[in-house]
């Protein structure tokens, strides 16, 4: 029998993934979360790509589902961005895809990120592949096609806008927007967020939910609280990680952006800890 919540759910609460919600992949809860197209249903848990619905549709499934902790008790990494995008869908009356461009890529000039590829630019989307730590030595090989692998980001269905995974993107255009984030919030004339927003984002607002090694995490942004927290990073440096592997990390007092793109799921290799330090040792 689940236990009620002890108080309701905040928009802070999701921004700084302290909801209580999971990807639905723990044995507790995985076969719920499966029953309702969620948790293992969904490649590992985050994928929607392929639902044949809006993403709040699919986040009212979520609400009838039990979560793994009481409300900012702990941090639990999970659909909580998810459900901001229906917020913002809600809140704005507009799809999530065309509210980002309207406010984010297209002032930054984000050419190519978008939910889904134009078919027309089928070739243009990198192959999954992906590694392990078996018998074969860790080689990679191409992962299946899928929501553990080569996923719909270009035959759909296109109807799944999910603030939490399925942005495609160019390092190019993942720099920018980071630049913007460095920069307090505007770049090239074009001011996206506040400076008070930003410095909201990017320090610790959890404590230590997070970490008690020295990592916090902001408004979506894993933060370097203290030094040799997160290798050579400076205090206040920030960023996080994408499911195929990606790294992005951000340092100011370095004046540092570094993103790393690879399509790797699952990665089992090192490449994303030996990226940043090789970055670092290459400063003066």
């Known amino acids: 029998m689940a236990t009620p919540a002890r108080r309701p759910i905040t928009i802070r ?35 929607t790509a392929d639902k044949d619905e809006p993403i709040c549709d699919t986040m009212t499934r979520l609400a009838s589902l039990p979560f793994v902790a009481q409300p900012g008790e702990a941090w639990v990494y999970g659909y909580n961005t998810d459900v901001l995008g229906c917020i913002a869908e809600r809140a704005s009356g507009t799809a999530l895809d065309a509210l980002i461009r309207a ?28 590694s392990s730590l078996s018998m074969d030595g860790g080689r990679i090989s191409r992962a299946p096609d899928g929501p553990r692998g080569q996923g719909h ?38 001011r996206i967020l506040s400076p008070r927003t930003v410095e909201l984002m990017t320090t610790n607002q959890v404590g230590t939910l997070h970490s008690t090694t020295g990592l916090g995490f902001g408004l979506g942004y894993e933060t370097t609280d203290r030094v040799g927290a997160n290798g050579l990073e400076s205090v206040g440096a920030f ?34 800890t030996r990226f940043p330090t090789l970055v670092y040792q290459a400063l003066q």
Not at 103 to 118: A, E, N, V, Y
Not at 153 to 182: H, K, N, Q, W
Not at 243 to 270: E, F, H, K, T
């Open 239 to 272: 960023g996080w990680g994408g499911a195929y592997g990606s790294v992005y990390r951000v340092d100011p007092r370095a004046r540092l952006v570094l993103v790393l793109m690879i399509q790797i799921l699952p990665n089992a290799s090192d490449i994303g």
């Open 103 to 130: 406010r984010i890529t297209g002032p930054l000039g984000m050419k190519d990120t978008q939910f889904f590829l134009p078919r027309d630019e089928r070739a243009r989307l990198a192959a999954v592949y992906s």
């Open 153 to 190: 980001y270009v035959d759909g269905p296109r109807r799944s806008f999910a603030g939490g995974a399925g942005l495609l993107s160019t390092a190019r255009d993942y720099a920018r927007f980071l630049e913007m984030i460095r920069n307090g919030g505007a770049l090239d004339g074009v």
């Open 13 to 47: 609460d999701l921004l700084t993934h302290t909801a209580g919600i999971s990807y639905g992949t723990s044995p507790p809860v995985a076969a719920l979360y499966e029953a309702k197209k969620l948790g293992p249903a969904a490649g590992y848990g985050w994928y």
